[in-house]
């Protein structure tokens, strides 16, 4: 991965020299290693969920993962949690989806808390896609807001694809990784980049996680700043971004990506939703 092909863009800056409702791209000419990068920034609103109703999710949006995975492993991570629906680990409270850690027997399992994912009922190819979200934090700690491929039964993982758009390590409350996953770059050999706050936390207030997505790129985003850019010459496989997919949502404890809470860590915990908004 060709890490130093990415500065950092103000998109606010970009945004006021445009039209309000316009779509603007530009061809950004990066100078140190004579290369081109293509932002674009969209307008056309196609889901806004911004939990100002009722007290559950949006049933014609969203559905869940119940359980331990299909094999009963920790969902391939050996994560630790039992994904639930219950209100005492997913509602809307106060404007927000909230996504409730906690450390409890249930199940078999030590915590439990709750996974959403829009499969079969929101999936798209291309576009914006962004969520505001306050994350929790502590030692094995793993909230995520992610993308996979449409197509995941018929073309199992990593075949169909993954987007991560945000995942964070509650131990490190500065940095969050965005990354893909595809056929031959999976895992831990996925294409990956860190974003850290300066003089910041991600557990201290809202932030914005978003993806530019278009047909030859992926844009990582937070807040107004560009962070990656990941292109077809950057993965070490096919390229099988090209389809639509299906956003989830969801709050683990544990697994082989961060390590099990210990002794410090405080339950419960609690990922805060603001809105997730996906454009065209």
Same mark, same amino acid.
């Given at each position: ?40 920034? %969209? ?35 050996? #994560? %630790? ?6 209100? &005492?680990?997913?509602?809307? $409270? ?9 450390? $409890?027997?249930? &199940? ?45 039964? $018929? ?11 945000? $995942? ?43 993806? #530019? ?12 700043? %560009? ?23 969801? %709050? ?10 210990? #002794? &410090? ?16």
């Amino acid at each position: 991965m060709k890490m130093n092909r990415i500065p950092l863009f103000n998109m606010k800056s970009i945004q006021a020299a445009v039209k309000v409702g316009l779509s603007l791209t530009l061809i950004a000419t990066l100078t140190q290693c004579n290369d081109t990068q293509v932002v674009t920034t %969209l307008t056309n609103v196609v889901l806004d969920q911004s939990f100002d109703e009722g007290t559950t999710p949006d049933a014609g949006v969203w559905t869940y993962d119940i359980g331990r995975g299909p094999n009963g492993d920790g969902w391939g991570n050996n #994560e %630790l949690q039992y994904y639930t629906d219950r209100p &005492e680990n997913v509602r809307i $409270e106060g404007g927000n989806l909230i996504i409730t850690a906690q450390e $409890e027997l249930f &199940e078999g399992a030590g915590y439990t808390s709750a996974r959403l994912l829009s499969k079969d009922l929101f999936e798209q190819q291309y576009g914006r896609f962004e969520a505001r979200i306050q994350l929790p934090w502590g030692q094995g700690i793993w909230p995520a807001f992610w993308m996979l491929g449409a197509d995941i039964d $018929e073309n199992v993982w990593p075949g169909a694809g993954e987007i991560d758009i945000m $995942e964070f390590r509650g131990q490190t409350p500065t940095t969050i990784v965005g990354s893909v996953h595809g056929p031959g770059y999976s895992a831990g050999e996925a294409i990956s980049k860190e974003f850290t706050l300066t003089n910041d936390r991600f557990d201290t207030g809202f932030h914005v996680f978003g993806i #530019e997505w278009g047909p030859d790129y992926i844009n990582y985003y937070v807040d107004d700043v %560009l962070y990656n850019q990941i292109t077809p010459e950057d993965v070490t496989g096919d390229w099988v971004f090209d389809k639509p997919f299906f956003i989830l949502i969801n %709050l683990a404890i544990g697994g082989d990506f961060l390590g099990p809470p210990n #002794e &410090e860590t405080v339950f419960p915990q609690q990922m805060l939703i603001d809105y997730v908004r996906v454009y065209n």
